[in-house]
């Protein structure tokens, strides 16, 4: 039986000769007490040459390969079943892809963790108006106050943005150098993720100094044609602040309210809501709440920007000029009044001295 199945595979035209035919027919008809299948076979293979030489065996194919066809006809058939899911939460398209201000939804906080406060001993007063009530121990803050404070920082973002204002993204705790660097790109605007140094703002001459400062139009283009007059320039300070973490940035929050500079700020349960000028209450331990606001306000001050560069297409300039700089040419022209001026009182004393010599 063994060695009818094996040859009934193979063709009698790829045979050589009549003589192999006939042997093959007396092989096809042979029994037990002639001799064995395994015996014919190989007789067979040292007359003609042998069997896998004429006709190779296929290849097996990889098991992987056999896998992943099986998983392919399985999707295919299975795929139209069920129900189709929309809205799908996905977190780690927070940092490159944040939702809009629009977006912003009280299932999106809770998802994001941002109705979670500190321990109910570790609780600020000040910010009773922010906590929704306690839940095994713990504050719950009230998202309905997350969204509204949220959507008006990004109000206020934007319109800083849409007037050219230099907006500053601060973030010092691990984790969050990425989404302070993403934020403060997407929006065009300043970063710092290291510690603050006391005394930036206020001594901001000693400290910031020796950076580069540059002039830009209203289509943020540079003008190097002002760099001889920034020499002599105190150095800039910034329009707007942006602290995800305010607890370990008090002396932050007390320059920029020495100075006058309008702070954003996300306030825990365990923070002061006073320390900063537009409070957002939320959880600023989880990485994933800060996502979304730092998102959602950059996402806001890139429509401001892109607001202010689409109105300078149209010849409208939403921001005043500095009152310092003047115009290349204008020096030029005053410096050669000047000249003229030296000139002329220099031959009107001439004649006067030679007249005394």
């Known amino acids: 039986m063994i060695v009818r199945q094996a040859i009934s595979r193979q063709s009698l035209r790829g045979l050589p000769s009549l003589q192999s035919r006939q042997t093959l027919r007396r092989l096809a008809t042979a029994s037990g007490p002639q001799g064995t299948a395994s015996e014919d076979v190989s007789a067979f293979d040292s007359e003609d040459g042998p069997l896998s030489s004429l006709y190779p065996a296929p290849p097996k194919p990889d098991s992987q390969v056999i896998g992943y066809l099986n998983r392919l006809e399985h999707k295919t058939q299975t795929d139209h079943l069920g ?7 996905k977190p780690h398209t927070l940092l490159h892809d944040p939702p809009s201000p629009s977006q912003i939804t009280l299932e999106l906080l809770l998802a994001s963790q941002a109705h979670l406060g500190h321990a109910t001993g570790l609780w600020n007063p000040a910010n009773s108006q922010y906590i929704f009530g306690v839940r095994q121990g713990i504050y719950v803050i009230s998202l309905e106050a997350t969204a509204a404070h949220l959507r008006r920082a990004c109000k206020v973002i934007e319109s ?24 403060a790109k997407r929006a065009g605007a300043c970063h710092l993720f290291q510690r603050w140094i006391s005394g930036t703002i206020t001594n901001r001459q000693q400290i910031l100094g020796r950076l580069r400062t540059k002039v830009v139009d209203q289509n943020d283009q540079e003008m190097p044609e002002y760099k001889p007059q920034l020499k002599e320039r105190a150095a800039l300070k910034p329009d707007l602040v942006v602290c995800l973490n305010p607890l370990e940035n008090y002396v932050l929050l007390h320059e920029c309210g020495t100075n006058g500079i ?69 020096l030029d022209t005053l410096d050669e009044e000047d000249t003229d001026d030296a000139e002329s009182k220099d031959t009107n004393i001439l004649p006067s001295v030679a007249e005394k010599l």
């Not at 129900?83 to 939460?89: G, L, R």
């Not at 401001?304 to 560069?309: S, T």
């Open 83 to 89: 129900t189709s899911i929309t809205n799908v939460y």
């Open 160 to 183: 800083v943005a849409y007037r050219a204002g230099i907006i500053l993204f601060v973030g010092n705790r691990p984790g969050q150098d990425t989404i302070v660097v993403a934020a």
């Open 262 to 330: 309008p702070t954003i700020g996300i306030i825990d349960t365990d923070a002061n809501p006073t320390w900063v000028t537009y409070p957002i209450p939320a959880n600023d331990d989880s990485l994933r709440c800060v996502q979304v606001i730092a998102g959602a306000l950059s996402k806001a001050a890139e429509d401001g920007r892109n607001k202010r560069l689409e109105a300078a297409k149209n010849g409208i300039i939403t921001f005043s000029p500095s009152k310092d700089l003047k115009h290349p040419d204008s």
